[in-house]
């Protein structure tokens, strides 16, 4: 290893070559040190002939202020003017100050004008060379009254010292020679190794942290090179630690179902990830930093990071809320204490338990609904049985007519049970994946199904009118598809007045390729508020009229299952007193 050379000792040597130079340089600067203290001279003489000047300035003496103004600059060698504040100048010691221009663009004049001295070196327009200008302000509780100015020739400065001039100007010569050589030997030796380590350096900065950096031949570089290897070791093990770290929380919080929010003190935002943006409608990055209430809307929710931040145990709270749609969320939420173990933000983890709100309210519907259809046929059969047992059994006319109605009420029951065993089949199906679909003209699949339903429409006095083209084939399943119609096309007809036309049209999207297959009846509407529950089961909007006509309450039903395993959808619009219109669309 090569003998190292102490950086010190370098720039002690380095250093005290430049305050020699300095030194023998500030014998050179008499000619500036002159120079100030004649403007230091100057700016005395014009404040005490400022003193002087300031009785006389009224427009009335201003004969006077010639005679003063050029009697002192006589004795005092110097050339003094008198200045009013518009620029106009009112007194000249060397010349008649009628005939002198207007002053308000002179740089010292515009200093003292704003209440300051004002100095200036420059050539004289008047007296065609060098002066060296200060000038005063005569101030008065109103403002600037006039303005004082002292000048000596630049040339009477540069007399004063000129044989010293000479010699300064050689010494600072050498002095500057010197210099410049010095500076450029020491940078030349220094130069290298930093040139190496900032290269290096560069290299950490771009975030190569396994770079490692060469070791110059001088004491300071190459310790500072060994500290700087060991530390980028170090800030390696650590960044690869760190990272990992963050991979894997990035992971975790990116794969959650659940919302998480985190709150600092000041309830700013410190970090949401993709399922809070998501359920909230806020961008993450844009959010990071703001306070909760600007990007989060919902006092319920503030209030449970609030009483989160301010206690110690685990707030847990359901909250409803109507940002981006209504809402059921369950909140819990925790704090996080800082390093002295105080309240310093908090933790809130979110999850939408709307849909499960929204099934469990379904299901209570559902088990409402089904033990209702139930009851009234088991209620009539087991009235007329018991009837029939009292007696009325003997009475073969009414006899026969209870029996009629007791199997009515049973083949009810029959209906209600074979529709919900083809639901289950369905959803069965559909999530097995059981249920074969494939191209098929559905003019043929339509006319069948109008057929079944005739004889209800014709009694009904309702006809049935068919729009489809011949050649518009979907991928479906024909029989499921069938069914469908057959619901819709028994409800048109059920729900319809007499003399009344049900259409079934069919239409193919031309840009998205979807075919809707559409039940348009001339009935009596269904209200607005019914129409986002009409496809429940056993829901109905006129529940006599409903259960009069024999339907089971679980055809629309039926109908939404079958699109959906056709992999379409199902729609409804209506009006009151203009009749219902239900759409299937299946995928082209």
Same mark, same amino acid.
């Given at each position: ?7 010190? +000792? ?14 023998? *340089?500030?014998? &050179? ?17 014009? +404040? ?45 010691? $060397? ?6 221009? %207007? ?44 303005? *004082? ?25 050498? !002095? ?7 500076? +450029?030997?020491?940078?030349? +030796? ?31 570089? /190459? ?49 949401? %990830? ?19 209430? =600007?990007?989060? =809307? ?26 981006? &749609? ?24 979110? %999850? ?17 609904? *089904?033990?209702?259809?139930?009851? #009234?046929?088991? #209620? ?31 083949? @009810? ?40 339903? !005739?004889?209800?429409?014709?009694? =009904? ?39 009344? *036309? ?26 607005? $508020? ?6 429940? @089961? ?31 959808? !199902? ?5 009151? /007193? ?11």
């Amino acid at each position: 290893m090569p003998r190292r050379r102490s950086l010190i +000792w370098l720039l002690f040597a380095a250093f005290l070559a430049v305050v020699l130079a300095a030194a023998w *340089v500030v014998a &050179g600067m008499v000619e500036h040190w002159n120079l100030d203290r004649t403007k230091v001279s100057l700016e005395a003489d014009a +404040w005490l002939f400022s003193a002087a000047a300031e009785q006389l300035l009224a427009p009335s003496r201003r004969e006077e202020l010639q005679r003063l103004c050029h009697e002192y600059g006589r004795r005092s060698n110097l050339r003094l003017t008198v200045i009013l504040p518009d620029g106009t100048v009112v007194a000249e010691s $060397e010349k008649d100050p009628r005939r002198l221009v %207007n002053h308000s663009d002179r740089p010292e004049f515009a200093a003292a004008r704003a209440g300051k001295v004002g100095v200036a070196v420059r050539p004289s327009a008047t007296l065609k060379r060098d002066m060296v200008y200060v000038t005063v302000p005569v101030t008065a509780p109103d403002g600037v009254r006039a303005v *004082v100015r002292a000048a000596v020739p630049l040339a009477h400065v540069r007399e004063a010292y000129k044989s010293e001039l000479a010699s300064a100007a050689f010494g600072g010569v050498l !002095v500057l020679a010197f210099a410049a050589v010095l500076a +450029w030997l020491t940078a030349l +030796w220094l130069n290298h190794p930093l040139r190496r380590l900032r290269s290096d350096l560069l290299r950490f900065g771009e975030g190569d942290l396994s770079h490692r950096l060469s070791v110059p031949g001088i004491e300071e570089y /190459g310790a500072l090179a060994e500290t700087m290897n060991r530390l980028a070791a170090q800030l390696e093990e650590r960044v690869r630690t760190i990272t990992e770290q963050h991979d894997e929380l990035e992971a975790v919080l990116a794969g959650m179902v659940e919302a998480v929010l985190v709150v600092d003190a000041d309830d700013r935002i410190v970090r949401m %990830n993709r399922a809070a943006a998501l359920l909230f409608g806020v961008d993450p990055d844009a959010a990071r930093g703001k306070a909760l209430y =600007r990007v989060i =809307r919902d006092s319920d929710l503030t209030n449970l990071v609030n009483r989160t931040r301010a206690g110690s145990d685990v707030v847990e709270a359901e909250i409803a809320t109507h940002i981006a &749609g209504e809402r059921i969320l369950q909140a819990h939420g925790t704090h996080l204490p800082d390093d002295r173990g105080r309240p310093a933000g908090a933790l809130v983890v979110l %999850n939408d338990v709307t849909r499960l709100k929204k099934l469990e309210s379904m299901r209570r519907d559902f088990v409402a609904n *089904v033990s209702h259809e139930l009851r #009234t046929p088991i #209620t009539s059969i087991k009235g007329f049985v018991e009837t029939l047992r009292d007696g009325a059994l003997e009475d073969h006319e009414n006899a026969r007519g209870f029996l009629d109605i007791v199997a009515r009420h049973a083949d @009810r029951l029959n209906a209600i049970i074979e529709d919900l065993l083809a639901l289950s089949r369905l959803e069965r199906d559909a999530e097995s994946g059981a249920i074969a679909r494939e191209p098929a003209p559905l003019r043929p699949i339509l006319e069948a199904a109008i057929s079944l339903c !005739v004889p209800v429409a014709t009694a =009904r006095g309702v006809r049935i009118e068919l729009d489809c083209d011949g050649a518009l084939e979907a991928c479906v399943n024909a029989a499921l598809l069938e069914q469908a119609v057959v619901n819709l096309l028994n409800n048109a007809a059920n729900f319809s007045e007499p003399d009344t *036309v049900a259409t079934l049209a069919v239409r193919r999207d031309p840009v998205s390729g979807e075919v809707s297959v559409e039940v348009r009846d001339q009935g009596c509407g269904i209200p607005a $508020e019914h129409l986002p529950r009409i496809f429940e @089961r056993f829901y109905r909007v006129d529940k006599a009229r409903s259960r009069k006509q024999g339907g089971t309450g679980l055809g629309l039903a039926i109908v939404k299952h079958i699109a959906q395993a056709c992999g379409g959808s !199902v729609s409804v619009e209506s009006e009151v /007193g203009r009749g219902s219109a239900f759409a299937i669309r299946l995928p082209g």
